[in-house]
């Protein structure tokens, strides 16, 4: 063979193997994470451990926020592509000004994860006793934000809703008397709860109007999904199969546990008790006339969105 023609057949070669080797390149994602150490929002970090994004051909990059705020903001800039864990009645005000955020699964139905505490020597023993007093959440349009509204107005108590942070932050202003009473997720705080220095004056499942309402999603936006669909399919598909495992035995109840540092079984009770599967279920929205309804009461949309509104914002992405 000539050296001529040799070239030539390396060359057709090389283009030959170059859809191969394009193919073969995951397709790196973004997500930024609302509040690190809840059983929900670790389920990204569970299947990058167990590989079933990497089977999906997909490459993940993950930031954890204090909450809905900063994640639904860094999605909004493009910092990230894909925002986890993000308070419904916060995304519905986003989106009515004008940014361009698509629901594209949901992420949380209900309200069982949360619970609200006070220190062991407070002479508040429920809700009942809270009139005048500090109540906490995370952020201004949060899950938690949403689920205590519905706890004060259920019990008619008129207690000061407070914006603390994450549930480090909150226990912290619990602790050194900044604040009356505090918000977590179980497990955190269950430990303390147990050792007696804190004491469960509130459960999110009191709140009977949250029971079949989704309270948190996952969201884009309109140019990632135009960008990155099949992308996002395999993403959520990946997603669906860590759930499947995540509920099917008891190792990611192990890795929950090392990673807070708590009992494992403290954690397999919070993921048994708090946390059902089908609460975890991404292919849809429920309670999306209450959820609106309440968005109107609070202030944060002006009406009810339209039909045509609706469909534009909530664009599930179904694994394929």
Sequence with gaps: MT????????????LLALPISQASAADKL??????????????????????F?????IELELF????????????ISGSVDVGIGVGFLGLLAAYTKGAPVRVIASEWTGASDFFWYVKSDSPVKSLADADGKTIGFSTLGSSSNLVVLALLDQSKVKAKPTPTGGTAATMTQVLSGQIDIGWSQAPI?????????????????????????TTRVSISTADVLAAK?????????????????????????????AELKIPFELAL???????PKDALRLDVVRGLEPTMQQAVELKRLSEPLTQQQTNELIQIIHAK
């Design 189 to 213: 705080g269950l430990q303390e709860v147990k050792e007696g220095k804190l004491r469960i004056v509130a459960k999110g499942s009191d709140a009977k109007a949250m029971a079949d309402q």
């Design 53 to 57: 994004f990497r089977d999906e051909g």
């Design 30 to 51: 973004k997500l930024a994470i609302s509040q690190k150490g809840q059983w929900d929002t670790a389920m990204a970090e569970f299947g990058m451990r167990e590989g």
């Design 3 to 14: 050296i001529k023609a040799l070239r030539s057949t390396l060359c057709i070669l090389a």
């Design 229 to 257: 669909r099949p992308a996002l399919e395999r993403f959520m598909r990946a997603y669906n199969k860590t759930l499947d495992w995540a509920y099917g035995g008891t190792k990611s109840v192990e890795y929950f546990a």
């Design 269 to 275: 009770a919070a993921r048994d008790q708090n946390y």
């Design 64 to 75: 954890y926020t204090n909450g809905t705020a900063e994640t639904q903001q860094a999605v």
